[in-house]
């Protein structure tokens, strides 16, 4: 499935040099996006990249049902162990407001299963890359920032019991 799926994408995409690449990104990653914890950082880009490929291949026309399903469950996939991954950092700091964060992660769940559904019954990417994009940047750059001052002095109780140690 995968292959033919790839086999697919390469011949609507067509040869390289008819692609206009100065238009492929939807979401343009900068440093004041950078929480400065380097997993987080790294699960937020690759999101940002998948919300990107999918801009990039629905600008071309292929944002079928078939396509809003695959990138959307993989952004769906990819989120899970985003928030998995952040929630543990989260405990583990013992950040004050830890269960409004999760909850703000079952929102954020629920949302993108009922703006997939739109766009897969309307037929029209737009909704879910205009929320895709809504949502990442703002769950980066607000909700997300609140938590980084608790992760760094965590981060920093822990490399001074490190050197106590060593």
Not at 10 to 23: F, I, P, W
Not at 45 to 59: A, D, K, P
Not at 72 to 90: A, C, G, M, Q
Not at 123 to 146: A, G, S, V, Y
């Amino acid at each position: 499935m995968l292959r033919q799926s790839v086999s697919y994408l390469r011949y609507q995409a067509g040869s390289e040099d008819k692609m206009d690449l100065s238009k492929t990104l939807f979401i343009k990653w900068q440093e004041c996006n950078d929480t400065g914890i380097a997993l987080v950082d790294e699960q937020h880009r690759g999101i940002v990249s998948i919300i990107n490929s999918f801009y990039c291949l629905t600008e071309r026309g292929m944002g079928n049902t078939m396509l809003y399903s695959v990138i959307s469950d993989t952004v769906k996939n990819y989120s899970r162990i985003h928030f998995i991954t952040e929630e543990r950092f989260l405990k583990a700091a013992e950040y004050p407001d830890f269960e409004q964060h999760v909850e703000l992660h079952r929102e954020l769940t629920w949302e993108i299963e009922h703006v997939e559904y739109v766009s897969i019954v309307e037929n029209d990417p737009r909704p879910l890359m205009e929320f895709l994009k809504k949502w990442w940047l703002e769950h980066i750059n607000e909700q997300d920032m609140n938590y980084v001052p608790c992760l760094q002095a965590m981060k920093d109780r822990d490399c001074k019991k490190i050197k106590t140690l060593g």
